[in-house]
């Protein structure tokens, strides 16, 4: 059992040497617990511009099981991960911020799971004192707001989780440039479970998620996984015309009770009807956008979890390479 560690990194060289030293020694006791064969640490440096590039340089010299992947220039977060993952070759992979929020002791806890059988294993930031007020209100409506648009988030989990490897092949299927990876996860499937804990402080270094960064995040978010802010304009229209019709039963009422506003019925119920009319139309665009969006990802269809079948044995291509850790 190989288990792999990515570790995303923009501008950390103040917390390297201490998450390297408390996620080595970690691996190094499950593997003196032999519930492990081996591992891999693997960095992301994102285009720093500091000493992270050196010190991970460093590190990965001298020690064959750190690894060290260095973008060409500062592609983001999601990305960094994306390229971590993909590298990865172990039987399941953990992936964890670099400045130490995610108490890496949770590694043994989430190997646990795994050997239990789950296949994802999310970690959920239920005790988030340490953020401050704003983003921890921030981030409750940003979940509640992706779960009332239908987006099979898990709340207040982030980007620590650990994965199997056969998720890890469903995940390489989605090939969407503008990737939101803790949408993906909950969408794919399989066994999962929560573990979770209580979000530290950062270790070093500053935030690399300003309001700015925060809310552009937030949105990428929605508009990868709901075309729901397009249907509204359509809901929005039928409403107008509702309200429109109303306003037209009662021009009709005043004009028999004498009660008229010269003019108002003839200018106003247009305005307002008309308007209805093209925001339903519009949000009939938007489905058909919605469509094509969906399309262009080229998402798969569908994930599949196992194969029963006495002569499949040597005919499974989908995880192919893989079926020999196929715990099933
Ligand atoms: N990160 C990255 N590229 C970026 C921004 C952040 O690789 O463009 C990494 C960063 O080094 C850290 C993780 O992503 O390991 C999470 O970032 P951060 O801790 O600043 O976010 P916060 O916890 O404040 O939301
Ligand atoms: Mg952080």
Same mark, same amino acid.
């Given at each position: 059992m190989q288990l792999d560690i990515v570790i995303p990194c923009f501008n950390e060289e103040a917390v390297l040497n201490e998450i390297i030293l408390r996620v080595k020694k970690i691996l190094e006791e499950l593997k003196g617990r032999k519930l492990i064969d081996g591992y891999n640490i693997i960095f992301v440096d994102d285009g720093s511009d500091d000493g992270t590039f050196e010190i991970l340089k460093k590190f990965s010299q001298k020690d064959k099981s750190v690894k060290t992947i260095s973008l060409?220039?500062?592609?983001g977060h999601q990305a960094a991960l994306t390229a971590g993952l993909k590298f990865s070759k172990g039987d399941a992979v953990i992936t964890l911020d670099?400045?130490?929020?995610?108490?890496? !002791?949770?590694i043994d806890t989430m190997l646990q799971r795994f050997n239990e059988g789950f296949e994802i294993v999310y970690g959920v930031?239920?005790?988030?004192?340490?953020?401050?007020f704003f983003k921890r209100t921030s981030a409750t409506c940003f979940y509640k707001l992706m779960l009332w648009f239908g987006v099979k988030i898990i709340p207040?989990?982030?980007?620590y989780r650990l994965v199997s490897r056969k998720v890890l092949e469903a995940f390489k299927?989605?090939? !969407?440039?503008?990737?939101f990876i803790r949408g993906i996860f909950p969408f794919i499937g399989f066994k999962s479970c929560k573990i979770n804990y209580k979000r530290d402080i950062r270790f070093a270094g500053k935030t690399k998620y300003p309001l700015k960064a925060m809310l552009k995040f937030g949105f990428e978010g929605i508009t990868s996984f709901s075309v729901v802010p397009l249907r509204i304009a359509s809901v929005v229209g039928a409403f107008v015309c509702f309200i429109t019709l109303i306003a037209s039963a009662w021009g009709f009422l005043a004009y028999f009770t004498d009660n008229t506003i010269p003019g108002w019925t003839s200018t106003v119920l247009p305005i307002y009807f008309l308007g209805g009319v093209q925001l339903i139309f519009l949000g009939l665009l938007g489905e058909y956008i919605g469509k094509i969006f969906l399309e262009v990802k080229k998402r798969p269809r569908y994930i599949v979890k196992n194969v029963l079948s006495e002569n499949d044995k040597n005919n499974n291509n989908f995880f192919d390479s893989h079926d020999k850790n196929d715990k099933s």
């Open positions: 060409s220039r500062n592609f670099a400045d130490l929020q995610d108490p890496p !002791e949770l930031r239920d005790d988030r004192e340490q953020d401050t207040h989990h982030a980007e299927q989605y090939g !969407e440039v503008n990737i």
